[in-house]
């Protein structure tokens, strides 16, 4: 049995387990009495997708600390600088306070499903408007020729539909050994990371190993470990000329050393 003092425990899910043990059995406990434990510093709601900085252990929405990680590279609620590039690498997910919380809160992992699958559904709606040969037609990231492929490791994930666009710059010497996609829309997950991303345009452009590749969306170099829902969150959908569904542009990576 884990001890809740240890130091390894998330201070909410610390804090949660102790006030159990404060309560008499006989006693009945309302959810407001634990709302200190399993609500969001940010948002002020319940805690979806509880999120743990490793640096402090303070715990938050997984959504709500992404955004506040793309302004500032800080704990939002004690101040300490949780990584000095990349916040993000100091995040893990809290699964036991997760399922703590969907037993407290009558009706929340219900609520969250229906809208979870409403959100895809809504933007699954726009891409079919925009045609341009995507249809109702899904394709596999592994599969972007067309192909049936009965494997789909990723069918219970969250889908996303994405244009990879070849980005050309003039004069430079390696633009001849990258070429543009003969079908650049693909459907996947989009818990797909920008370092998968990189691997099938290597695989379906047949680069060489020493040939190296530049992700982008709207013109800014994407981190290899991003997934697809972080960028659209977090870069795409905050243009709002931006259409469904995302761009996201390649090219020989520069070496500017």
Known sequence: MVDPTSSLISPALQGLTMATRRTPLVQTSLVKDFNHFI???????????????????????KSCIIQHFEDSNDCPKCGIQVHETNPLEMLRLDNTLEEIIFKLVPGLREKEGQQEIDFWR???????????????KKLGLSDE????????????????AI?????????????????????????????????TIKKFLSLKLKLSSSCELDVLCN????????TLEFIYMTRWRLH???RYPMVLEYRPRIDFG
């Open 39 to 61: 609500t969001c510093y940010l948002c002020r709601g319940y805690l979806i997708k509880p999120t743990t900085v490793t640096e402090c252990l303070h715990t938050f929405c």
């Open 122 to 136: 809504k933007n699954k709606s726009k891409e079919n408007s925009q045609g341009d040969g995507l249809g109702s």
């Open 145 to 160: 020729d067309g192909d049936e492929d009965d494997q789909d490791y990723h069918r219970s994930d969250p889908q996303i």
């Open 163 to 195: 244009c990879l666009d070849c980005l050309h710059n003039n004069g430079y010497a390696a633009d001849n050994t990258v070429k543009c996609l003969m079908k650049k829309f693909i459907h996947c997950s989009s818990r797909v990371t920008v370092g």
């Open 219 to 226: 013109g800014e170099i994407m981190g290899k470990d991003h």
């Open 240 to 242: 709002s000329d931006n």
